[in-house]
């Protein structure tokens, strides 16, 4: 009986998400993340890709000077689309970007207000005026090449709440509220606008929006065809676009003027939608083309591949003269910015940087194709069948489960499994249908899950949850190890013997400052990822990322009695990896970088710390602190790798130089800190002697006997190790040989700021 009714009421819930009726984030992730894997690894095929092309307003474009000043001068606009349509025969021209302010670089305004004061009685002035007016107002000669040329402007909508400003001159309906009505409530709806100017916006044959839609993780994956604002309809721009290349093949095969056809709604029984009644929207149909569309009038984006799938040409290419006629004729032309300072990049599933030009450009390659497949869509009936499945299965499974042997059922939930996730890949592989197959997974999943008996889930679910609480910290190897016996390792706080190590670029904020956003993510990348590889070949504990700054810890959760050999030897080959990244950055003209690494060994509390909002495995204690100050006195000293003593003394394979005596930041206790040169038996009888002369030298510098100091380190000046932390005891024995520390001094550099 339990068995039946758990299985039920686990079956229940899913149902109910697939009606809609309850609504479960992580189903919806995963059929997203299903989604993202089919565009990845089968993209719908398209034919009309080639029949796109995006000008690109890049930073090229912003720096030529014939273009001036962005925003560009309407007089610019006016001869750019003269010359696309007269000279390079583009078909249809669309505009990603909104001329959302009037023209004042023609400076009429200036003369119409000398006109109104010193000059209103000067009639040669005022004659001189109106001949010339005519030939100043940018944005009246703009419009009226709008209406001569099938171009479509693009304003957006501001969606959600505190968005109800709005600004520019809106573009009429492409569907009147009395002319249809949809189900309320299902519609994407706008508070407010950003349009063009009016005298362009009713200059335009057509317009239309640009807003896509946000997925909860912050992808693009749909786009509106249709926006509800105060009860009208408004079409997205890749619509606009296609309607306008329709109408103009009707007009070249006709011979009649241009007339864009208007928009037939249907709903989901299949009948044309009106102005009576809340049907739900199902199709929407033009030119004779019906494209299936969600509730919310929204269409999946076809994504062909990662950015530049399509062609781009610069403008700056365009006003030099450099594109060739072949290159734009008969094509329609998407005018967006891939400039980093115009800010106009999408997240979507196929890159964090996606330029929103191309997003659109997607959608109306799908529009424009004669290829069945060529838009991703989910069918009324997938929608109606899928509860249909759900229920079926869970009757199945009642009468399996119960009556075979826990191996068994795990066979009999991996065929069903295995069936549905063949099903889903087959109707999207031939029908472009987007599966939706986390609900019936989920059913599936967590009624053999329950069946398999209660003590055999526990288990499943413990050793589960352990890789789940350590894998992010530790080597994926550590955690497999680990799991043989979970009950050695915990979570909870402990006070333990580690090493800690904090690792930071120095300067990054400048090299952030050269680098554009991708190069930036692309060097991030390169270098965590690098110096993160090294920690865990070492057996070390990541612990957090704090910007370009890397703190990681050695001998918990998994023991480890060398902890401190452990974390000096990252150190030392994190600094032989630094070669590597710079030369790769030299090759690719970034900024080469230099790191400070701190380390210090000492009684920590480690464990599962933070707050009930946000918790992680981290370690704490006044030994943490001093690591970091230690990572921050690499700048003064001019060396990679800074350890304290305690570091230092726990490794006898490794070969350290004295740096100091130093009273850090927040504490009163002087330490020594030193640098690891490298293993014992790697160096040199040269480096060695160096090193005993450096201990001399530190000796003779804490007894005040300066000159000494001053004298040795000049004949040190050939040395083979690093010479910064020369120069620093040189230049404080100077500054002491003037003016004595006094009697009491210890030869301790105190910090008052790190």
């Given at each position: ?21 309850l609504v479960l984030p992580p189903l919806n992730a995963l ?194 065809l249709l926006i509800k604002f105060e009860g009208d309809f ?90 060739k006629l072949e290159a734009l004729r008969d094509k329609v ?422």
């Amino acid at each position: 009986m339990l068995r039946g009714l758990v299985s039920s009421l686990l079956a229940s819930i899913f149902l109910l998400h697939s009606l809609n009726v309850l609504v479960l984030p992580p189903l919806n992730a995963l059929d997203r993340y299903a989604y993202d894997y089919l565009l990845h690894a089968n993209p719908p095929s398209q034919n009309a890709v080639d029949r796109i092309v995006i000008l690109d307003i890049d930073e090229e474009s912003l720096s030529n000077p014939k273009l001036g000043r962005w925003p560009w001068s309407r007089d610019v606009m006016s001869q750019v689309v003269t010359t696309l349509f007269e000279d390079y025969e583009v078909r249809v021209l669309g505009f990603d970007v909104v001329f959302s302010e009037p023209d004042t670089s023609s400076g009429i305004g200036t003369l119409d207000a000398l006109a109104k004061g010193p000059l209103a009685d000067n009639t040669g002035y005022l004659d001189l005026l109106k001949k010339i007016r005519p030939e100043l107002e940018y944005d009246s000669i703009f419009g009226e090449l709008l209406m001569q040329y099938p171009v479509v402007l693009g304003y957006y909508f501001n969606v959600g709440e505190g968005g109800n400003v709005k600004a520019g001159a809106l573009p009429l309906p492409t569907i009147f509220a009395d002319e249809a009505s949809i189900k309320e409530g299902s519609l994407v709806e706008g508070n407010g606008y950003g349009s063009n100017i009016a005298v362009l916006t009713d200059a335009a044959l057509a317009s239309g929006h640009f807003n896509p839609i946000v997925d909860p993780d912050g992808l693009i994956r749909k786009v509106p065809l249709l926006i509800k604002f105060e009860g009208d309809f408004f079409e997205s721009l890749s619509l606009a676009v296609f309607r306008m290349s329709k109408a103009l093949e009707r007009a070249e095969a006709s011979g009649k003027a241009l007339s864009v056809q208007p928009l037939v709604l249907f709903d989901e029984a299949g009948e044309v939608v009106t102005g009576e009644g809340s049907p739900v929207l199902n199709a929407i149909q033009v030119a004779g083309k019906r494209i299936p569309v969600g509730p919310d009038s929204s269409v999946f984006v076809s994504y062909q591949g990662p950015q530049r799938t399509f062609t781009y040409l610069s403008f700056d290419d365009l006003v030099e003269g450099r594109v060739k006629l072949e290159a734009l004729r008969d094509k329609v032309v998407l005018v967006g910015t891939t400039a980093p300072g115009l800010s106009d990049f999408r997240s979507t599933p196929m890159g964090a940087l996606y330029p929103g030009v191309e997003v659109h450009a997607n959608v109306l390659a799908s529009l424009l194709s004669d290829q069945a497949s060529a838009l991703p869509w989910r069918p009324i009936e997938v929608r109606f069948l899928e509860p249909l499945v759900i229920f079926s299965c869970t009757v199945f499974l009642l009468l399996t489960l119960g009556r075979v042997s826990p191996l068994a059922s795990m066979g009999v939930w991996l065929v069903l499994s295995l069936a549905t996730l063949m099903v889903g890949l087959f109707l999207w592989t031939n029908y472009r249908v987007v599966p939706q197959v986390a609900p019936l997974l989920g059913a599936i999943t967590s009624i053999s899950l329950w069946n398999f008996g209660y003590q055999f889930y526990l288990e499943h679910k413990k050793k589960a949850q352990f890789t789940d609480l350590f894998g992010q910290y530790v080597p994926p190897e550590l955690v497999n190890k680990m799991a043989e016996d979970p009950a050695r390792y915990t979570m909870s706080g402990q006070r333990l013997p580690l090493t800690v190590m904090f690792s930071d670029v120095r300067g990054f904020t400048t090299i952030s400052e050269k680098l554009s956003a991708t190069d930036l993510s692309e060097f991030i990348n390169l270098y965590l990822s690098t110096m993160s590889q090294i920690i865990r070949d070492q057996d070390g504990t990541l612990d957090k990322y704090i910007g370009d700054c890397i703190m990681a810890f050695w001998g918990a959760p998994v023991e480890n009695k060398r902890h401190a050999l452990s974390a000096v030897t990252t150190a030392l080959a994190m600094g032989q990896a630094l070669a590597g990244i710079n030369d790769i950055c030299q090759k690719k003209n970034w900024p080469l970088i230099e790191i400070g690494i701190g380390l210090n060994t000492g009684d920590m509390s480690v464990g599962d710390m933070g707050s009930t909002v946000r918790r992680a495995y981290t370690v704490m204690g006044d030994a943490v602190n001093l690591a970091a100050r230690l990572e921050g006195l690499t700048r003064n000293y001019g060396v990679l790798t800074i350890v304290s003593e305690t570091t230092a003394l726990a490794c006898p394979e490794v070969v350290f130089r004295e740096l100091d005596r130093v009273t850090v930041k927040g504490k009163t206790e002087a330490v020594s800190i030193y640098e690891p040169i490298g293993f014992v038996n790697d160096l040199s009888a040269t480096v060695h002697a160096e090193i005993d002369s450096w201990v001399e030298i530190l000796r003779d510098y804490r007894e005040q006997r300066f000159h000494e100091v001053i004298a040795a380190i000049d004949g040190l000046r050939s040395a083979q190790l690093a010479k910064p932390v020369h120069d620093w005891i040189y230049e404080k024995a100077q500054d002491y040989s003037r003016e004595p520390p006094g009697a009491d001094w210890g030869g301790v550099t105190v910090f008052k700021t790190k």
